[in-house]
Nanobody, 126 residues
Framework: QVQLVESGGGLVPAGGSLRLSCVASGRTFSSYAMCWFCQAPGDEREREFVGAIVRSGGGTYFADSVKERFTISRDNAKNTVYLQMNNLKPEDTAVYYC?????????????????WGQGTQVTVSS
């Protein structure tokens, strides 16, 4: 089992920045590609893909809506993946989740994610 715990969410004004962290415990963190998803308040649809990073950290992928604004990095020695969010917009308001998969090839389907965190709330005020 892998336990994932997100942190770093909060309330920021539009144009501000946040850095989310996701710490993993349990099995070998470097065995997993990591992704970030989000789900807006009251949105009944599936969680929306935000970005992904492969096991080595050598490749990252992003949704078009966050390209040029968000970056993902990981520190395998600390079992942690980060989501740096810059130039935040009110439409970025959502709960952000990290997830782990053994599939190291993008794109990954949601069904391939074995472990999910509980999420951290990000609220961007206009």
């Amino acid at each position: 089992q892998v336990q994932l715990v997100e942190s770093g969410g909060g309330l920021v004004p539009a144009g501000g920045s946040l850095r989310l962290s996701c710490v993993a415990s349990g099995r070998t963190f470097s065995s997993y590609a990591m992704c970030w998803f989000c789900q807006a308040p009251g949105d009944e649809r599936e969680r929306e893909f935000v970005g992904a990073i492969v096991r080595s950290g050598g490749g990252t992928y992003f949704a078009d809506s966050v390209k040029e604004r968000f970056t993902i990095s990981r520190d395998n020695a600390k079992n942690t993946v980060y989501l740096q969010m810059n130039n935040l917009k009110p439409e970025d308001t959502a709960v952000y989740y990290c997830a782990a998969t053994t599939n190291n090839r993008y794109p990954m389907s949601r069904a391939e994610f074995d472990f999910w965190g509980q999420g951290t709330q990000v609220t961007v005020s206009s």
